[in-house]
């Protein structure tokens, strides 16, 4: 083992390791068949997961069948895994050598025009929703459609979401709408795993401007692992290391995080590529999109940031303490019920 392996493994064992963004099959939300590849997160050093239970233009009852049969699966293996509800949830995982699950939606037509959805959500362990997916909805604007801007139901969204502890992110969502979020929000927003327009030119990268709004809010930006939103054609993990050494450069080392929106079911997105050609259109890079950093290649991605210098607080800060910094302020106790052994149910 080279000294350079040994010491990224060192430090990735050592502190918190957080992907804000997996993806699980959602198509089919009673086939829990790959939820074991989850094993493969902590194989690789990660301590927690948020899940995606659905997005674009899924409804209400697709997302509740999702987040139900994740939940019933993984309650099932308590040695195994702790689902997230507070922050020592994440801090008993860890220490308990399990992984740390909790779930996140991308786009609003999860709730439809529902806004107490958000809290029903939030209980079951969502613990970000971003706003819009690529297309426009009654919250705003996508990134791949004319963006008309936050609406008045957009900001009551906005509003009931800080209200009750889930963040606010702008992953997906049309520029303008980011600008409107940026600008009446009150807590920090989050971009999930959105990457910086200045590298890679497409709408669903994010300029400079808005990197720093996130940042003046106290937010943070997840760097993305899609090869489509990297550099197509390039290594993909220093592709990604760019990226994360762009925010650093453009905000500090305490605004970005991990979101590879690694996807573990490629029958599944290559379905959807051809099923929704309107929310993924040819001449964006989409059919790349199978190749993506996997969770195996952090190590590298860490060895690569290392010998550019960086110091273990910022690679602390950026492989998860900065996620847990953010989930601290912002989440509050949810009001799910129990079970007769306490567990939640």
């Known amino acids: 083992m080279s000294v350079a392996t040994a010491s990224a493994r060192a430090l990735l064992r050592g502190c918190l ?20 590849q989850l094993q493969r997160y902590r194989a690789a050093g990660f301590d927690a997961v948020m899940l995606n239970v659905g997005f674009g233009e899924m409804g209400v009852e697709e997302h509740l069948r999702t987040l139900a049969s994740m939940r019933r ?5 308590p040695e195994d895994y702790v689902l997230i509800d507070t922050v020592h949830d994440i801090e008993t995982a860890r220490a308990s050598g399990r992984l740390a699950v ?23 362990g969502v613990r970000w929703m971003l706003l819009a997916y690529n297309r426009n909805n009654r919250v705003g604007g996508g990134c791949q459609d004319e963006d008309t801007g936050l609406t008045p139901f957009g900001r009551e969204v906005v509003a009931e ?11 997906h969502t049309g520029h303008r709408t980011a600008r409107d979020v940026l ?7 989050i971009f999930s795993h959105s990457n910086a327009a200045a590298l890679r030119p497409h ?11 996130c940042a003046e809010t106290g937010g943070v930006v997840g760097i993305n692992g899609l090869a489509t939103f990297l550099s197509p054609g390039t290594n993909l993990c220093e592709a990604f290391a760019r990226h994360v050494d762009h925010v650093v450069q453009l905000v500090g080392p305490q605004h970005v995080a991990l979101g590879l929106d690694y996807v573990f079911d490629i029958e599944e997105l290559n379905e959807y590529l051809v099923k929704m050609r309107h929310t993924f259109p040819p001449g964006l890079g989409y059919e790349d999109a199978v190749r993506m950093v996997a969770p195996e290649q952090l190590e590298d ?18 492989l998860g303490g900065n996620l847990l910094r953010l989930a601290r302020a912002a989440w509050k106790p949810s009001q799910a019920p129990t079970g007769a052994d306490g567990e939640r149910s």
């Open 301 to 318: 991605i860490v060895q690569i940031l290392q010998s550019w210098g960086y110091q273990r607080a910022d690679l602390e800060a950026l």
């Open 203 to 213: 709408p669903r990268n994010i300029p400079d401007d808005l990197i720093r709004a």
């Open 161 to 171: 979401m800080e209200r009750v502890g889930m963040q606010v992110c702008c992953s």
């Open 102 to 124: 909790g779930f996140d939606i991308e786009g609003a037509n999860a709730i439809a025009d529902q806004l107490s959805l958000i809290h029903l959500y939030y209980d079951l």
């Open 183 to 189: 600008a009446v929000a009150t807590k920090p927003v």
């Open 17 to 36: 390791v957080w992907d804000n963004h997996g993806c699980m099959p959602v198509n089919r939300p009673l086939d829990t068949s790959f939820l074991p």
């Open 73 to 77: 699966w993984l309650l099932g293996r």
